[in-house]
């Protein structure tokens, strides 16, 4: 664990980096142009009053004039100060006004006031009196008589516009909007928005809405030419290679080969077919789902006999990449550092296969013990928890479905645990991947099989007994029964499996409209060993030593027979461009059954760490209320978490978007039976519970986050309430890349 001292050192540490930004700001805000100090009235507040139909927020977001706000006051994340310029502020009050226009409340009221202090600094009311708003009292449209009669009655059935609703200037933009994008879908692929003309009588309260539509002529689709060019050099018509398949004629200049059903495949329209946007976007998407290609651009060339020939250009993308990385964390406890490296052939065989050769290696830097409390410095030598992995996989995409692929992967992965055990296993898979809606994707593991061996060090044996037996059923001054276990848990194993995972997502939808909040949810059902049950009932029929009839093993070797559910609800929602709430809720559950009578360590549930717990190092909580942290380190079959961040930024680092986080998370792990079972009394009582406060330092892959939690609740602890003991420097860290949730 981080001893005190460093535990101190990293507070201050804490407290002054963030802070910096703040200070900074306000040193960069305090001198005028001819580098003299310019002393400006502060903005200590504003208050909105009276308003229904807007949120403050987005009042607010329409202002430049704001106040400087801290951390509760504490004047950290400060900022630099907010001046009051009356100038600004008259723009301010306009732009409400016309914002109560773009809404429909055409008379509005809005009456600024402004309290100055002795010392000149400003107080803020605006009162607002939105009064009642528009209504639309008559709508037309002019210029349909020419389409047919399905295709108008369509289009007048989906009009935004509804008579004696409020008449807003953001739903005439929606209609246009949707005019355009309607005609465009059906074939009048040169419809613009000067096709529309909009005429708008208003008259007290109510309003008058009449559009002019001028169609221009429907078209099908005509010949289609791709176009691939060379990234290296100038095309070079003598060396190019043309080709034609499906009416997509094509014609690569470059020296990657590439296979004719990649551009077939792509085109979402057939020749003849009238002209739809639809299928032009999918079509740009198909060719981008390829990871074939950095450029890709659709224009239309001049219409001939009624049909638009369409000309797609190429750009291929580099099909060798090598990405080295750095890897940091503190899985264990302590500072853990590593690297990766990976290479990948983005186009092996010409249709987009993609092999991905990759290797990583880490370890910590100082020997971590907390698990090891029950024993003496003499009964183990000293650990350095360290992490080996070699990884090959083969993408096969399903050209012409979109988001749909084959892969196939082979692994070989080793390390060293803090519980004094050497784990080793190799692992062959193959997945089948594809998006049964925009929103969705499902991915099933039709095979898997895993082989998993343990070893141990020297004091295991010592550890097991001491703090490891009795919670699975054995009696440690037994010591038939302790070899038995331990031979049991240092078996070779098979796990061979069927997984199906489905996520589901809003975020495609709801990046069109800021007030929605963004979900995300996923579940992820898992079957091992029926396979191996069926070899070991109907083909595998001897008897093995070490082995009875009732053990599940097939050719001697033992395997895994569990079934697992886990699933995940996070929510996201934007109070304002810089602020942010996010809440998840984790669920898990898995068993034994047929044979087994235990389920492998390998896949259980653990609690702490970076992604879940984080007042917990990973891997140190539950279950229940154990207080062992080498009992933690083996994981439990139940899972129940919630989690709850409130995000601001408000600063930058080299461009990126950079803030704080406040979080909270509840929850624990929990066995199907024995001392720390789960039920309902042990939900209740031996929940653990965390708050804390992050750094959010903003790069091109996902914020960098450098949480400190402190417990609330600690199930292991005789007085779990743990408010009148929390300390300052009593926190735990955790390290991560990208959002918690």
């Not at 009009?159 to 909007?177: H, Y």
């Not at 049950?533 to 001697?556: E, M, N, R, V």
């Amino acid at each position: 664990m981080i001893s005190r001292r460093l535990r101190a050192a990293m507070t201050v540490w804490l407290l002054l980096v963030l802070s910096i930004p703040g200070v900074l700001r306000a040193k960069e805000s305090s001198s005028s142009a001819n580098g003299k100090p310019a002393v400006f009235p502060e903005v200590k507040s504003i208050k909105i009053t009276g308003n229904k139909a807007l949120t403050t927020e987005e009042i607010r977001e329409v202002m430049s004039t704001s106040t400087r706000n801290s951390f509760f006051g504490t004047g950290l994340f400060a900022g630099a100060r907010r001046p009051f310029i009356a100038d600004d502020f008259e723009k301010d009050i306009s732009l409400i006004r016309k914002l109560y226009t773009f809404k429909g409340y055409f008379f509005a009221d809005v009456e600024p006031t402004v309290k100055r202090s002795k010392n000149g600094d400003v107080s803020i009311t605006i009162r607002i009196r939105e009064n009642q708003p528009t209504l639309l009292d008559s709508l037309s449209y002019a210029g349909l008589d020419s389409i047919p009669e399905n295709l108008r009655s369509r289009y007048l059935k989906k009009s935004l516009l509804k008579l004696q609703q409020i008449f807003s200037v953001e739903k005439l933009i929606e209609e246009r909007d949707r005019t355009l994008d309607f005609f465009r879908e059906h074939g009048y692929t040169f419809f613009h928005p000067d096709s529309i003309r909009i005429t708008v009588d208003t008259l007290g309260l109510h309003a008058g809405v009449r559009f002019d539509i001028s169609l221009p002529g429907r078209y099908a689709y005509g010949p289609v030419k791709v176009f691939v060019h060379d990234p290296l050099k100038k095309d070079n018509p003598a060396i190019a290679k043309t080709f034609v398949r499906d009416n997509v004629s094509v014609t690569i200049y470059g020296h990657q080969k590439f296979s004719p059903k990649v551009f077939s495949s792509a085109i979402a329209w057939k020749q003849g077919a009238l002209t739809r946007q639809s299928l032009e976007q999918r079509t740009l998407e198909n060719f981008g789902s390829t990871n074939l290609f950095s450029s890709i651009s659709m224009q239309k060339d001049a219409a001939r006999a009624g049909a638009i020939p369409i000309t797609i250009d190429l750009d291929p993308a580099p099909k060798h990449q090598i990405e080295p990385k750095l890897l940091v964390d503190n899985r264990y406890g302590s500072l853990f550092v590593g690297g990766a490296l990976s290479y990948e052939n983005r186009n092996l065989f010409g249709a987009g296969q993609q092999l991905k050769l990759s290797t990583n290696y880490g370890r910590q830097l100082s020997s971590d013990t907390n698990v090891l409390s029950s024993l003496s410095a003499d009964q183990y030598d000293k650990l350095i928890p360290y992490e080996f992995n070699i990884k090959a996989d083969l993408v096969i995409p399903r050209l012409g479905k979109q988001g749909s692929y084959y892969n196939g992967t082979v692994e070989y992965a080793q390390s060293k645990l803090p519980v004094l055990l050497d784990s080793k296993r190799e692992l062959i898979r193959a997945t089948y991947s594809t998006r049964p809606t925009r929103v969705s994707k499902l991915d099933f593991d039709f095979f898997e099989l895993e082989v998993a061996r343990k070893d141990s060090l020297r004091g295991f044996q010592q550890l097991f007994k001491n703090d490891l037996a009795q919670n699975i059923g054995i009696n440690p001054a037994d010591p038939v029964a302790v070899n038995r276990g331990l031979d049991s848990l240092l078996q070779t194993r098979l796990n061979q499996t069927f997984r199906l995972r489905y996520s589901l997502s809003n975020r495609e939808k709801s990046t069109r409209s800021k007030r929605s909040p963004i979900w995300n949810f996923s579940v992820t059902a898992e079957e091992s060993g029926s396979l191996l049950w069926l070899i070991d009932k109907y083909i595998d029929k001897k008897s093995y030593a070490g082995f009875t009839d009732s053990d599940p093993q097939i050719f001697g070797t033992p395997y895994n027979q569990y079934v697992k559910l886990d699933t995940q609800l996070a929510v996201t929602k934007n109070l304002s461009p810089k602020r942010q709430v996010a809440a998840r809720i984790a669920l898990g559950w898995m068993s034994p059954y047929g044979k087994a009578d235990t389920t492998p360590e390998d896949h259980r549930f653990y609690a702490g760490g970076s992604n879940s717990m984080r007042g917990w190092v990973f891997g140190t909580l539950g279950p229940g209320s154990c207080p062992n942290a080498a009992v933690s380190n083996f994981g439990a079959d139940i899972k129940a978490e919630l989690g709850l961040e409130y995000r601001i930024q408000f600063f930058k680092v080299f461009g990126q978007e950079s803030g704080i986080a406040l979080f909270t998370d509840a929850g624990n792990i929990w066995d199907r039976t024995g001392p720390y079972a789960f039920s309902l009394r042990s939900l209740t009582q031996d929940f653990a519970w965390d708050w804390g406060a992050g750094l959010r330092i903003g790069s091109p892959i996902g914020p960098f986050r450098f949480d400190f939690a402190w417990k609330l609740h600690d199930p292991a602890n005789p007085q779990p309430w743990r408010f009148s003991q929390t300390k300052l420097t009593d926190f735990t860290f955790n390290f991560g890349i990208g959002e918690t949730f």
